[in-house]
């Protein structure tokens, strides 16, 4: 301003006369104001500058508005007087908000020069300019307070439109968080109703260019969560104005424009907008110092963004570790899941706060710190074990749905907390009539998998239980759920006669053989004859089930290759073993061994042919993986058992080995889940052991009979 004013001064003293141009203000219906310009002949008197002191001047160019006008000398032609515009303080024209009911007039001609505007509520031609007011400005907080819907602000948007818009789309976003789903769809239906809401989507698109970018990036958000079409006008005119104007996004506007970003769908301009922002991202990681808003940028950021930012997020996130909050560290988990970062440094220190602070940690934190660590396959057993402790010591307060949703969370990390299970098959049993077909399934599906039921002194009659709720829903079980509740029923050895024999049934077994999951099917009916055949089940022994030919997938041929050169130097060549054995009911196994019943001697296979079935003890080698057994125990989950419990009824001995992924790494447990010691072992099983403990070639798990 005061270089405006000195070149003013400056011009004034070198011209005695001079034509300059007024402006004038044309007003649109949408309060955006468009200078147009008029010309007019004024002659300045030559001695202007020596009737009016600098010092009036300069007082008058920062006060209210004023007039420069003289008693003679003045010409006028397109208008009548001359008019300024006072504009409040450093408040740009762009930012304005003319209210049309209200009009700037011309002030009455009078001796004075210099004059100020008088407003008043008339307007004498339409060559004058219209007077700008200041009108009360309402902001979304008051609107969503004063208003109770979304309609109610559309009727305040038409008594009175403000600038801007953007207060009004957040104040009804503000208000829909308070309302039910099905009130939200009823106040939606009215809202795009409502005569206003088409004007004001108007404004909204003419005011996002001059708007603050802040305000732009909230009424985006709320838009969308309201519900409106993303392939509208309205959505897509205000994502392009966001990305032509992204570089004015600051540490707070990140922060919002990452939940804008999480809420959409994808389509071609939230996919550039995306690119911009990791570009934005990546020059400003070091400079953002609120921890929440970093990490709501790497939860945005996305899974597919290139690893050197997620690493550069990584390097930002340690640095702020000492300024973690209780609830930045249970938020970690999440946010490395969603940009799919597995950071070990990270996990590892904020499962130590989390443990810290256990008590009193929400239901939903525990369920999202369990859902992140599967998704990022993160096994830690210290915070596993403390979660569950946690839960199990306030059992009580939890409600048997979300007790059973962690249980399910722990069944697909592999983990058996094994006292929060047997608080739950307590309970269960006490209050048998809290169940229904969907829990019936999740625990049913729970204790198979990890194998639970095997040691419990309550055994029984938690099974039986679980049999007579399963037969009240017969009458209403789907065939694939009632498959799935037999199908574990088998992995646990339990054999309920009122749901096999409905299950058995031609139609049933007719329309599970004809669905979409046909092979799933199979594979559990095939299972599922397999028990009726080994395990003890007289009643059932004699139904055949017509089933198509099942088809696993075929084993390596060459299976194990450092575990046969192992048994060879052990057992003293490679006839003295079988490899990739193929059994009845689909059975393989990896290595056959034979052995006299004394087990003092390992037979050749050569000779085997010559000796009476009777004088043969087999046993089968099975080479399995970490994840056959319950996650940091030797305990063997559902199908490992239930193979483990066949092979026996087919006369084998099972003989468990595990390769570690290191070399040279020495095992921290024997895996086993039988009752043969390792004295039963053949031959010397402590030499065995010795000699796979300290092989270069192989890092073999000790051998332990089954």
Same mark, same amino acid.
């Given at each position: ?9 400056? +011009? ?43 010092? &009036?001047?300069?007082?008058?160019? @920062? ?42 007039? $011309? ?20 060559? #004058? ?9 309402? %902001? ?14 559309? *009727? ?6 403000? @600038? ?33 809401? +088409? ?18 990036? @909230? ?40 939940? #804008? ?8 301009? #939230? ?13 400003? !990681? ?10 709501? !940028?790497?939860? $945005? ?83 596993? +074990? ?31 907390? !094994?006292?929060?299970? *047997? ?18 399934? %999740? ?12 040691? $419990?002194? +309550? ?24 498959? &799935?509740?037999?199908?574990?029923? $088998? ?8 749901? @096999? ?5 031609? *139609? ?27 395990? &003890?089940?007289? /009643? ?37 073993? %079988? ?35 009777? &004088? ?7 080479? !399995? ?79 332990? /009979?089954?």
């Amino acid at each position: 301003m005061n270089n405006k004013a000195g070149s003013f001064l400056w +011009n004034l003293r070198q011209f005695s006369t001079l034509v300059p141009t007024s402006r004038t203000m044309r007003l649109y219906p949408l309060g955006l104001c468009k200078p147009k310009i008029v010309h007019s002949n004024w002659n300045i008197l030559n001695n202007f500058h020596n009737r009016m002191r600098s010092t &009036d001047i300069f007082r008058y160019l @920062f006060q209210d508005a004023f007039i420069l006008k003289s008693d003679v000398g003045f010409q006028t032609k397109g208008i009548s007087t001359v008019t300024a515009l006072r504009i409040d303080r450093l408040l740009y024209a762009k930012r304005l908000f003319f209210d049309s009911k209200h009009s700037l007039v $011309c002030v009455d001609k009078s001796n004075d020069g210099l004059k100020r505007v008088n407003f008043h509520h008339e307007v004498s031609s339409e060559d #004058v300019l219209t007077k700008e007011t200041k009108p009360n400005r309402i %902001s979304s907080r008051k609107l969503s307070e004063e208003c109770n819907s979304l309609s109610d602000v559309l *009727d305040t948007f038409t008594k009175a439109p403000t @600038f801007p818009s953007s207060n009004y789309f957040t104040a009804m976003w503000t208000i829909a968080k308070r309302l039910s789903d099905d009130q939200k769809r009823f106040e939606r239906r009215l809202m795009f109703s409502h005569p206003a809401f +088409n004007q004001l989507c108007e404004h909204m698109m003419r005011e996002a260019k001059i708007m603050q970018y802040k305000y732009l990036l @909230f009424s985006l958000y709320a838009i969308v969560k309201l519900g409106i079409p993303q392939n509208t006008l309205l959505v897509q005119t205000l994502l392009r104005v966001t990305q032509e104007r992204i570089n004015e996004c600051d540490e707070r506007c990140l922060s919002v424009l990452s939940s #804008v970003l999480e809420a959409m769908e994808p389509c071609k301009n #939230v996919h550039v907008l995306q690119m911009g922002f990791r570009i934005l991202v990546d020059q400003q !990681v070091w400079k953002i110092e609120d921890v929440f808003t970093l990490q709501v !940028v790497m939860k $945005c950021i996305g899974k597919d963004a290139p690893i050197a930012l997620k690493r550069k997020l990584e390097m930002k996130a340690l640095r702020e570790l000492d300024r973690f909050s209780v609830l930045n560290s249970q938020r970690m988990f999440e946010v490395l899941a969603a940009m799919n970062h597995r950071s070990l440094t990270l996990l590892n220190e904020c499962s130590k706060v989390v443990l810290d602070n256990i008590h009193g940690c929400p239901s939903k934190i525990i369920i999202n710190i369990l859902q992140s660590c599967k998704d990022l396959q993160y096994h830690n057993l210290d915070l596993f +074990n403390g979660l569950a402790d946690y839960v199990a010591a306030t059992f009580d307060i939890w409600k048997l749905k979300k007790v059973l949703f962690i249980l399910i969370l722990f069944e697909n990390l592999g983990f058996r907390p !094994v006292g929060l299970m *047997d608080l739950l098959m307590k309970r269960i049993v006490e209050d048998p009539e809290s169940l229904n077909m969907k829990n019936i399934l %999740s625990i049913l599906h729970t204790y198979s998998s990890l194998n639970h039921v095997c040691e $419990c002194q +309550n055994k029984e009659q938690f099974l039986e239980v679980m049999a007579s709720a399963l037969t009240g829903y017969l009458h209403s079980v789907s065939s694939e759920n009632l498959l &799935d509740a037999v199908y574990s029923f $088998c992995l646990m050895n339990y054999f309920p006669l009122a749901p @096999f024999n409905q299950l058995l049934q031609k *139609d049933i077994i007719s329309e599970l053989l004809t669905s979409d999951d046909m092979k799933k099917n199979v594979h559990k009916l095939h299972i599922l004859d397999t028990c009726l055949k080994l395990d &003890d089940t007289a /009643y059932l022994k004699d139904i055949a089930l017509s089933l198509p030919q099942f088809l696993r997938e075929l084993p390596p041929s060459h299976p194990n290759a450092k575990v046969a050169e192992v048994l060879s130097s052990l057992l003293g060549g490679e006839g003295h073993f %079988s490899k990739d054995v193929h059994l009845p009911h689909n059975y393989h196994i990896d290595f056959e061994i034979r052995v006299d019943t004394n087990r003092n001697q390992v037979l050749p296979f050569s000779d085997v042919d010559t000796a009476s079935a009777t &004088d043969i003890q087999r046993a089968a080698v099975l080479c !399995v993986s970490r994840s056959a057994y319950c996650l940091g125990s030797s305990h063997p989950r559902g199908f490992l058992a239930m193979k483990m419990r066949h092979l026996n009824a087919l006369g084998f001995q099972v003989i468990l080995t595990c390769l570690l992924r290191k070399t040279g790494e020495t095992p921290s447990s024997v895996y086993s889940a039988g009752s043969k010691s390792e004295s039963q072992s053949p031959g010397n099983c402590s030499r065995q052991q010795q000699s796979c403990r300290s092989s270069s070639l192989i890092p073999l798990m000790p051998f332990c /009979y089954m």
